[in-house]
């Protein structure tokens, strides 16, 4: 067996399922989890000694590569200081005034620990701001595992959430309506039904964990022109896309500015970091300033502020950063789409700056349901093939695969030999 076998083996015994976070288990794909023992740059490298291009970077936070010798050393001499004081530090403050800066739509900004954290936060904020109760999200759009969030996806509209998970009781999502991603017409229905008790509509700019699937063109638009009608608060979850598509986010690529933001991920580095953010009148309801309360003994502590401080920062500074890590990407996705024309293999691929996905449908996927058409047989295939060939890819079929700076052309030329072969097979 290998070492990862063993350990696996023994996980299990201790960790519900072996793993701290479900993905993790490579449940979907069959086959026993990678233990990792280390990354750098853009690979990783396993308890067994083999090396992988890695294309999940920790789900999106590792945007300059494993290892970036600038914020690795900005948490350490965070930590000589001290991890963690539960009191307001002058750092924190550095990085409310970053994000406000840099992102137009954020007036005011709260830190907390996750992304579920932020989203479960913005809800709140919202509800208590509009005095509503009602929120709309959209099937296949995650947004971490707070009760109100954790909705089965239906197959149309859906006036009632109905919970997706045991332990969470209906009462928890009986006001969280669904909607259909990329169908504006489905987020009428539901206001022309429910319009003055709706709080907010909460949606990824661009679906990143139904795989990716980008909004059509208006339908973000659409958004916030009815949150403007109904005087509802439009929440961009942009967990994943913020400070990945460019440095303000999806909304500043597509323009279209939402009223609350949610961030997680690549704002803290690797580190347990989210916040939300957005219009000062909304943001100063929460608590001590206002009625909503919200609160956290590790928010905002220095050694994760200063991670998340300063990968913001090189990429403010630097904005060569994105147009090369973008061209190579769309050069890379390029390259894949002409090699699924050519070999004939059954498969599409979305794509959009630096996050892309392979569908093994023929169909185009614009929503969750045809997302859920993909054969998830045939990615369990790709995704083995892939790694036995070192390349590590996300272990799900829903979900996105993340391009760093790290990658250079050499490794996407690697990995495309690789899934070339795979796809002549
Ligand atoms: C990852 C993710 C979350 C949850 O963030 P956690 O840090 O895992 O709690 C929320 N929204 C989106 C869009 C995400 O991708």
């Not at 936070?61 to 350490?76: A, F, Q, W």
């Not at 004081?85 to 970053?98: D, H, S």
């Not at 093939?385 to 590590?392: D, F, R, T, V």
């Not at 790290?406 to 070339?420: C, V």
């Amino acid at each position: 067996m290998t070492k990862s076998e063993v350990l696996f083996k023994e996980a299990v015994d201790y960790i519900p399922g072996g793993v701290n976070s479900p993905v993790r288990a490579f449940g979907s794909i069959g086959g026993t989890p990678r233990f990792i023992e280390r990354a750098d740059g853009a690979y990783m490298y396993d308890i067994d000694g083999n090396k992988y291009i890695d294309y999940v970077c920790s789900w999106g936070p590792m945007i300059l590569g494993h290892n970036k010798r600038e914020i690795l050393d900005s948490v350490i001499e965070a930590c000589k200081n001290g991890l963690s004081f539960g009191a307001a530090t002058e750092k924190e403050v550095e990085m409310a005034k970053l994000i406000c800066e840099i992102v137009p739509s954020i007036e005011m900004v709260r830190m907390v620990n996750s992304g579920t954290e932020a989203v479960m936060s913005a809800v709140r904020a919202a509800r208590g701001y509009t005095r509503r109760n009602k929120i709309i999200k959209f099937a296949g759009c995650y947004h971490g595992h707070s009760d109100a969030m954790l909705v089965k996806a239906g197959s149309g509209v859906m006036t009632s959430g109905i919970p997706d998970s045991q332990g969470v009781p209906e009462g928890c999502t009986k006001d969280t309506l669904t909607a259909i991603y990329n169908d504006i017409s489905s987020v009428e229905k539901l206001f022309e039904e429910f319009g003055e008790e709706i709080a907010a509509v909460i949606v990824e700019p661009v679906g990143a964990n139904m795989g990716v699937v980008p909004p059509r063109k208006g339908f973000l638009e659409g958004l916030r022109s009815i949150c403007d009608k109904y005087e509802s608060v439009l929440i961009f979850d942009e967990v994943i896309t913020g400070f990945r598509l460019g440095l303000d986010g999806a909304q500043g690529y597509f323009g279209v500015q939402p009223d609350l933001t949610t961030f997680g991920k690549i704002i803290g580095a690797g580190m347990p970091v989210g916040a939300y953010g957005g219009k000062r009148e909304i943001m100063e309801m929460i608590s001590p300033k206002g009625p909503v309360y919200q609160a956290g003994t590790l928010s905002g502590n220095p050694v994760a502020m200063a991670a998340g401080y300063t990968q913001l920062t090189i990429l403010k500074e630097h904005p060569e950063i994105y147009t090369e890590l973008n061209e190579r990407s769309e050069w890379f996705f390029k390259e894949i789409e002409a090699m699924i024309k050519d070999s004939g293999a059954k498969c599409r691929l979305n794509h959009i700056g630096s996050l892309g996905c392979i569908f093994f449908t023929e169909k185009e996927v614009t929503n969750y349901k045809e997302a859920k058409e993909a054969d998830t047989q045939k990615y369990a295939e790709y995704f083995n093939y892939m790694l036995n060939a070192g390349i590590y890819l996300a272990p799900a079929q829903f979900e996105a695969m993340f391009i760093s700076y790290a990658h250079s052309k050499q490794d996407l030329e690697k990995t495309l030999e690789i899934l070339n072969d795979f796809m002549r097979k």
